[in-house]
């Protein structure tokens, strides 16, 4: 898969050292000289050090080869218009950080098909580190009616049982465990001790019934 990626700031840069790790074959764009050189001598990547309202740097990048596009400045028209852009060339999926909340509709109605504001999602978990201390991780699921959990057994309550004796439930379901790091599929007669870390899915309604169970 290739992946052109607008901006080698601080959200383009780690964005860029993930997909390079997943196996994506990467180009920055990058106005910023400084920028431009960083990204150049920590990635193994294309770095192309110009702007990608310029036509003429996006055709350098080969962008009619792009699976995907993604804009990460913190520049929210540069973004716009290099998005509609790159629309031009048949781009299967294009993606756009915003940094306005207000501008994410104009983004939409030209057709950017995913909009991330990178500041609203931090305060979102922040406010999840808040609000469920317990709660080793927490990710969204389907339409957002249900959710996954990484969750520490502390409740003694559910100590020491088997799987079985509290999963499936009407609500949630725990559908992994991790030995030593390694995730693995739990089996009903598996013990849940204390301090292990495992996986539920469950609705969105009983997100607090379920923490409470576990913690």
């Known amino acids: 898969m290739y992946v052109i990626i607008l901006g080698a700031g601080r959200v383009g840069l780690p964005l860029a050292t993930l997909l390079i790790d997943d196996g994506y074959d990467i180009t920055i764009l990058e106005n910023n000289e400084i920028l431009a050189d ?122 020491g049982k088997q799987i079985y004796e509290v999963s499936p439930d009407d609500d949630y379901i725990i559908i992994a465990r991790y030995e030593d790091g390694k995730l693995e599929i739990p089996k009903q007669d598996d013990l849940l001790r204390k301090g292990d870390k495992i996986s539920i899915l469950v609705k969105r309604d009983a997100l607090k019934r379920t923490e409470k169970k576990f913690e």
């Open 38 to 159: 960083n990204a150049s001598a920590e990635l193994d990547a294309l770095v192309i050090c110009g702007s990608g309202t310029d036509t003429k740097i996006l055709e350098e990048a080969n962008i009619q080869d792009a699976d995907f596009f993604v804009a990460t400045t913190s520049n929210d028209e540069t973004n716009l218009l290099t998005s509609i852009l790159v629309r031009e060339y048949g781009v299967s999926k294009i993606i756009s950080r915003v940094s306005n909340p207000d501008h994410e509709e104009a983004f939409k109605k030209i057709g950017i098909d995913e909009v991330i504001n990178p500041e609203r999602t931090a305060a979102g978990y922040l406010e999840k580190i808040i609000s469920r201390p317990h709660v080793a991780d927490l990710t969204a699921f389907g339409e957002g009616d249900a959710e996954i959990l990484d969750m520490i057994i502390t409740n003694n309550k559910v100590i």
